[in-house]
């Protein structure tokens, strides 16, 4: 059975401690594959991404050449009705066009902390493994505290050996006054200059 791990976020920009993590993952979890899935629409956040879906997928694609299991997917682009780009909604889609395969969510704690806020949080858990991604000495009491049945804590899984996390905020501002942050790998890099983004 194919194990494959989904990388999910705005990646705008994607960086180098995003690469950082889903090598991590797939080490650590035997992942024969790690889908980056850039999102169309955040249903959490207000604020849009700058760049463009096609420019942050086109980014993304240059950073899965990094590792021979990353692959850039479209799978979470945005939806034609305009409404927002929903985890289930995902997760459903792939078990239903790709039969035989295990799934796994790659997340922040943060944002797995967050989710009885997501869409049909009660069955997440049933369509995929979730690899939390937390940080030494991260207290294992707030999950805990989440009210899980033993059979949904038993398909979540930490990823505590990550270094300090890459603000992509503080990578936007230092793009915008014309800096080359050592985060950003070299082609992304040349891609927003050809394409002026950021500033």
Known sequence: MRRIGIFGGTFDPPH??????AKAAADSFALSEVWWTPVGRQPLKTTPPQAFYSQRLAMVRMVCEADYRFVASGADAPRGDGQPNFTIDLLQTLHGENPGCSWWNIVGADSFLDLPRWKY????LNFAQWIVVSRPG???????????????QSRVHLLTDIEEP??????????????HPAAVPPPVLRYIEEHGLYR
């Open 16 to 21: 180098s401690g995003h690469i950082d993590v």
């Open 121 to 124: 949080p009660d069955q997440l």
């Open 138 to 152: 991260f207290d294992l009491s707030r999950i805990d505290a989440m009210g899980l049945t033993s059979a949904q």
């Open 166 to 179: 890459i603000s992509a905020t503080d990578l936007r501002d230092a793009l915008k006054r014309g800096e």
